[in-house]
Nanobody
């Protein structure tokens, strides 16, 4: 089993940057595909970015391509989401998730097995 704890959220002005971190417990972190997802008030949870177990493959939602970068450090059991050029519409609770049997796109929410508790990101205009 994997336990995930997100951090790094906060309040930022439009155009600013934040880096989210997700620390994972367990010795098998490097086997998992990791993803970042978000949920805004009154909206469904949506995918943001994902990274393969080795870090060799990444994928992004169209809404964040060119602005967000996902990375991981398997030695530290941590996955990161660097968010640049933030917009008010990026405001949401951001969750990280881990999955063992995640298919090629890596952005299907239902393929992830373990979830963190989320961290709030608020972008003011």
């Amino acid at each position: 089993q994997v336990q995930l704890v997100e951090s790094g959220g906060g309040l930022v002005q439009a155009g600013g940057s934040l880096r989210l971190s997700c620390a994972a417990s367990g010795r098998t972190f490097s086997r998992y595909t990791m993803g970042w997802f978000r949920q805004a008030p009154g909206k469904e949870r949506e995918s943001v970015a994902a990274i393969s177990w080795s870090g060799g493959r990444t994928n992004y939602a169209d809404s964040v391509k060119g602005r967000f970068t996902i990375s991981r450090d398997n030695a530290k059991n941590t996955v990161y989401l660097l968010m640049n050029s933030l917009k008010p519409e990026d405001t949401a609770v951001y969750y990280c998730a881990a999955g063992l049997r995640v298919t090629t796109t890596m952005l299907r929410i239902y393929e992830y097995d373990y979830w963190g508790q989320g961290t709030q990101v608020t972008v003011s205009s």
